[in-house]
């Protein structure tokens, strides 16, 4: 991927988990990831874009408060992106940092890792 395409994959990621309203939370995912990629988390697996949104959602009913943001680059390499962020939520900070597996340069499967911000 070139510096354009990270920027707007970045783009994309974050506004889609900062979107409340499905349809278009929908779309935006869309545009960077396979309808049929999978998530892993701590403690969940997620089959699909569909779970995924449905997820976003539900962080969304337990705490208006969850917004996701990053002012740190992408980072390529090969086939997959690096990417640290911050989540912010009623109860406090959380650092974050999805792994993205690509195909055809969209993400095909998303590891994301979350820890209390120091």
């Known amino acids: ?5 990270l920027t707007e994959f970045k783009k994309y990621h974050i506004d889609g988990w ?8 929908d779309e ?5 990831y ?3 990629i999978v998530m892993y988390d701590e403690t969940a697996v997620f089959n699909g874009l569909n779970a995924i949104s449905d997820f976003i959602g539900s962080l969304y009913e337990q705490d208006p408060d969850f917004e996701f943001f990053s002012d740190k680059p992408m980072e390529t390499v090969q086939n997959s992106i690096r990417f ?3 989540i912010r939520t009623a109860q ?3 650092d974050s940092m999805d792994f993205f ?4 340069d969209k993400a095909r499967q998303l590891y994301a890792y ?3 911000s120091k």
């Open 1 to 5: 991927m070139n510096i354009q395409q």
């Open 18 to 25: 900062n979107e409340k309203d499905r349809t278009k939370r």
């Open 28 to 32: 935006l995912l869309g545009k960077i």
């Open 34 to 36: 396979h309808q049929d």
């Open 84 to 86: 640290y962020g911050h």
């Open 92 to 94: 406090g900070l959380l």
């Open 101 to 104: 597996i690509l195909e055809n």
């Open 114 to 116: 979350m820890s209390p």
